[in-house]
């Protein structure tokens, strides 16, 4: 079992910046890759960072580069997503996720992840 704690989150202009964090507890050699995935209203959840525990597996998808980084504390089994320039289109609940496995593709696939933080929201407004 993997317990996963979302904090941070918020309300933002567009342009601005938010960080969330992630921390895991449990059977992180097991489950040690995690991922952020987002939820848009009337949309599916898509992931968007990739990162592991103790490995340097890490991934991003397109429309987050340049603009998210992923940073992680092995000693806290935490990680951190830095978003900047954020858009209208970031709105949504961020979760965050934990699979095992290795660092391969797919890794965005929801369906590779047994565990889920129970999310938060992100609204970034015009």
């Known amino acids: 079992q993997v317990h996963l704690v979302e904090s941070g989150g918020g309300s933002v202009q567009a342009g601005g910046s938010l960080s969330l964090s992630c921390a895991a507890s449990g059977d992180i050699y097991t489950y040690k890759y995690l991922a952020w995935f987002r939820q848009a209203p009337g949309k599916e959840r898509e992931g968007i960072v990739s990162t592991a525990l103790g490995d340097t597996c890490r991934s991003y998808t397109g429309s987050v580069v340049g603009r998210f980084k992923i940073s992680k504390d092995d000693t806290k089994n935490t990680i951190t997503l830095q978003m900047n320039r954020l858009t209208p289109e970031d709105t949504g609940v961020y979760f965050c996720?934990?699979?095992?496995?290795?660092?391969?593709?797919?890794?965005?696939?929801?369906?590779?992840?047994?565990?889920w933080g129970q999310g938060t929201q992100v609204t970034v407004s015009v």
């Open positions: 996720a934990a699979r095992s496995g290795d660092c391969t593709a797919p890794f965005f696939d929801a369906s590779r992840f047994s565990f």
